[in-house]
């Protein structure tokens, strides 16, 4: 698409005459400059419009004649609109007839060439305006009606006539007729230079775009940030639309500040820290210079709140193990407008530099579970405030994960609870399992003194056994066992507590000691503390291998240290020597304990 006045004088260009494209000639550029001033293009018809114009009463008299009516009536009223208002009047040189043959101008909408800008030169001829260029009278000095040459009037009178015209002969040769003869009437106007013509030669009136549809700016907006202002487009009848200019106003609409032009329906703007409030406006322009109006925003007050500080650090624990817990901890951050509201927690899984919000709250930790499989994990936590501006990122390190999965003790109690008061040995059953299929070394402790270890069935029962001479040989208050499994690469620790509370004792020996010859006498002594309280007895007998053997106390003797004599003599099944030691807790409660039994007999 071109102007009007950058088409070469002699190109063809095409005007709506009710509604049909008809061709013209652009005949000249700044016609008749002096008259009506730069920036009219003269145009011709091409053909002729009528075969009926004659000129009034009988006179050569042009303004007013049946030409100049039918011209600047009838088919003026043909052309569209938007040129009619664009051609306006044109001044031209011309000379009145009818007698007065002093030129002078006439201003008019539509008129006819004169014979001097066809090029004609007479006696009786005025030189009405200045000849066209010869390249443009040698396109026009031919007028035809329906593909047929005609004779074609000019608004020249013959001078010294009343009644004669000049016009061009059918060879285009300039020559005088009366007045009253119906010959061709070629309509002529200008237009504005600015005006568009398109590729394929149609004149537009240039008008300007609409005004854009719409505008949309951010409802909510941070001093200190950068928004997007984007609006509805803008439409333009001659598709010339260029595009818009952006402007914003921080004092309520009183001045405006341009910050955007181009042909984007959007821009970004950045909105200082202490902006008190915004509006924005846009409008379209065209190729051509011509803009729509104005469509503006509401106003927008700005938040001139400043984000808090990034927490001061974060805290992830050392060993991560899948498909189990840890908890993140992070300090806690700080905020100059004092609204601080929480903290949002991110992981990235697997080093993808893909983070998913965990947790947003108030509290300063989280407790996340690890997925069983995953290589690693990272985290990172930023602080918010009401009016959600976030803080910096505070980031982990990169933790691996251990894949590996503990062996698992199951036992009918729970590790940590107590096993309550053992007055005589026992023991706990328990299993092991590994779900890696792991080998599993047991180890059992009681207190700190290792029982055993060994290599355990998975899922096999086992005891842990307190008996006998371990259990024996343990004093009375709380005692501590502790089962361990490893798998080579975790422990898993199952722990319980018992109380052990003896409060009577009884020793003999398993097997009678046998003699060559009659015991008569022995002597003990029992090593240990025994409460004065405490009920205690020592018994001796020299016939422990019959069916009833004779038992003779011998408890004063043992206290003083003295030799007991047998008062038995009889053994049937031959002669043979144990003790029973017997002791138990007096009423002050106070416990004792025997190291030993010592002595000899004979």
């Given at each position: 698409?071109?102007?009007?006045?950058?088409?070469?004088?002699?190109?063809?260009?095409?005007?709506?005459?009710?509604?049909?494209l008809?061709?013209?000639?652009?005949?000249?550029?700044?016609?008749?400059?002096?008259?009506?001033?730069?920036?009219?293009?003269?145009?011709?018809?091409?053909?002729?419009?009528?075969?009926?114009?004659?000129?009034q009463?009988?006179?050569n008299?042009?303004a007013?004649?049946?030409?100049?009516?039918?011209?600047n009536?009838?088919?003026?009223?043909?052309?569209?609109?938007?040129?009619?208002?664009?051609?306006?009047?044109?001044k031209?040189?011309?000379?009145?007839?009818?007698?007065?043959?002093?030129?002078?101008?006439?201003s008019?909408?539509?008129?006819?060439l004169?014979?001097?800008?066809?090029?004609?030169?007479?006696?009786?001829?005025?030189?009405?305006?200045?000849?066209l260029?010869?390249?443009?009278?040698?396109?026009?000095?031919?007028?035809?009606?329906?593909?047929?040459?005609?004779?074609?009037w000019?608004?020249s009178?013959?001078?010294?006539?009343?009644?004669?015209?000049?016009?061009?002969?059918?060879?285009?040769?300039?020559?005088?007729?009366?007045?009253?003869?119906?010959?061709?009437?070629?309509?002529?106007?200008?237009l504005?230079?600015?005006?568009?013509?398109?590729?394929?030669?149609?004149?537009?009136?240039?008008?300007?775009?609409?005004?854009?549809?719409?505008?949309?700016?951010?409802?909510s907006?941070?001093?200190?940030?950068?928004?997007?202002?984007?609006?509805?487009?803008?439409?333009?009848?001659?598709?010339?639309?260029?595009?818009y200019?952006?402007?914003?106003?921080?004092?309520?609409?009183?001045?405006?500040?341009?910050?955007?032009?181009?042909?984007?329906?959007?821009?970004?703007?950045?909105?200082?820290f202490?902006?008190?409030?915004?509006?924005?406006?846009?409008?379209?322009?065209?190729?051509?210079?011509?803009?729509?109006g104005?469509?503006?925003?509401?106003?927008?007050?700005?938040?001139?709140?400043?984000?808090?500080?990034?927490?001061g650090?974060?805290?992830?624990?050392?060993?991560?193990?899948?498909?189990?817990?840890?908890?993140?901890?992070?300090?806690?951050?700080?905020?100059?407008d004092?609204?601080l509201?929480?903290?949002s927690?991110e992981?990235?899984?697997?080093?993808?530099?893909?983070?998913?919000?965990?947790?947003?709250?108030?509290?300063?930790?989280?407790?996340?579970?690890?997925?069983?499989?995953?290589?690693?994990?990272?985290?990172?936590?930023?602080?918010?405030?009401?009016?959600?501006?976030?803080s910096?990122?505070?980031?982990?390190?990169i933790?691996?994960?251990?894949?590996?999965?503990?062996?698992?003790?199951?036992?009918?109690?729970?590790?940590?609870?107590?096993?309550?008061?053992?007055?005589?040995?026992?023991?706990?059953?328990y299993?092991v399992?590994?779900e890696?299929?792991?080998?599993?070394?047991?180890?059992?402790?009681?207190?700190?003194?290792?029982?055993?270890?060994?290599?355990a069935?998975?899922e096999?029962?086992s005891?842990?056994?307190?008996t006998?001479?371990?259990?024996?040989?343990?004093?009375?208050?709380?005692?501590?066992?502790?089962?361990?499994a490893?798998?080579?690469?975790?422990?898993?620790?199952?722990?319980?507590?018992?109380?052990?509370?003896?409060?009577?004792?009884?020793?003999?020996?398993?097997?009678?000691?046998?003699?060559d010859?009659?015991?008569?006498?022995?002597?003990?002594s029992?090593?240990?503390?025994?409460?004065?309280?405490?009920?205690y007895?020592?018994?001796?007998?020299n016939?422990?291998?019959?069916?009833?053997?004779?038992?003779?106390?011998?408890?004063?003797?043992?206290k003083?240290?003295?030799?007991?004599?047998f008062?038995?003599?009889?053994?049937t099944?031959?002669?043979?020597?144990?003790?029973k030691?017997?002791?138990?807790?007096?009423?002050s409660?106070?416990?004792?304990?025997?190291?030993s039994?010592?002595?000899?007999?004979q």
């Open positions: 698409m071109a102007t009007l006045g950058s088409i070469s004088e002699g190109s063809v260009i095409k005007l709506k005459e009710n509604g049909a008809v061709e013209f000639y652009v005949a000249k550029h700044n016609y008749e400059s002096g008259l009506n001033g730069s920036g009219r293009t003269l145009v011709v018809r091409k053909d002729c419009y009528s075969m009926g114009g004659t000129w009463n009988s006179t008299a042009y007013g004649n049946e030409m100049d009516s039918l011209l009536g009838t088919y003026k009223n043909l052309l569209d609109s938007d040129i009619r208002t664009a051609m306006g009047t044109t031209f040189y011309y000379t009145p007839g009818n007698g007065n043959d002093t030129k002078t101008n006439l008019r909408s539509v008129f006819v004169s014979a001097t800008e066809m090029g004609g030169s007479h006696t009786f001829m005025n030189a009405e305006g200045t000849a260029s010869g390249a443009v009278i040698n396109l026009l000095k031919v007028a035809k009606w329906n593909g047929t040459a005609v004779i074609c000019t608004r009178p013959v001078t010294g006539s009343t009644n004669r015209a000049w016009g061009l002969n059918s060879s285009g040769n300039s020559d005088t007729y009366t007045s009253t003869s119906a010959y061709g009437v070629r309509p002529v106007f200008t504005p230079s600015s005006l568009l013509v398109s590729n394929n030669g149609p004149v537009y009136a240039n008008t300007a775009p609409s005004t854009p549809s719409s505008i949309s700016v951010p409802s907006i941070s001093g200190g940030s950068t928004i997007t202002v984007s609006w509805g487009s803008s439409s333009d009848t001659e598709g010339n639309l260029a595009g200019i952006v402007e914003r106003s921080t004092n309520g609409g009183s001045s405006w500040s341009q910050i955007y032009q181009g042909g984007s329906t959007s821009t970004t703007n950045y909105v200082a202490g902006t008190a409030s915004v509006m924005y406006r846009v409008k379209a322009y065209d190729t051509e210079g011509l803009n729509s104005w469509r503006t925003g509401g106003s927008v007050t700005v938040i001139n709140n400043q984000a808090p500080g990034a927490p650090s974060i805290n992830v624990p050392l060993d991560v193990t899948g498909g189990a817990e840890l908890t993140v901890t992070w300090e806690a951050a700080t905020d100059q004092g609204n509201a929480g903290y927690l992981r990235e899984v697997d080093g993808g530099g893909q983070w998913s919000v965990v947790y947003t709250g108030n509290t300063l930790s989280y407790t996340d579970t690890i997925t069983k499989g995953w290589a690693s994990v990272k985290y990172r936590v930023r602080a918010y405030d009401t009016n959600n501006a976030y910096g990122y505070v980031t982990s390190d933790c691996t994960v251990d894949n590996n999965m503990a062996p698992t003790i199951a036992c009918d109690s729970a590790s940590g609870s107590d096993l309550g008061i053992k007055t005589e040995g026992f023991s706990v059953q299993s399992a590994d890696d299929a792991d080998e599993v070394t047991v180890a059992e402790v009681l207190d700190r003194e290792s029982l055993r270890t060994f290599s069935g998975l096999e029962d005891n842990l056994q307190i006998g001479e371990t259990f024996l040989r343990l004093l009375n208050g709380t005692h501590t066992l502790t089962i361990t490893n798998d080579g690469k975790a422990n898993t620790v199952h722990t319980l507590t018992f109380k052990k509370e003896v409060t009577e004792a009884a020793i003999t020996l398993e097997e009678p000691m046998e003699a010859a009659d015991i008569t006498i022995c002597v003990l029992v090593i240990g503390s025994i409460p004065a309280d405490a009920e007895s020592v018994k001796v007998t016939n422990a291998n019959d069916a009833t053997p004779v038992w003779e106390d011998c408890t004063t003797e043992v003083v240290g003295a030799n007991h004599v008062t038995n003599t009889t053994a099944n031959g002669p043979a020597f144990n003790f030691v017997e002791a138990k807790r007096g009423t409660g106070i416990g004792g304990y025997i190291n039994v010592q002595g000899e007999f």
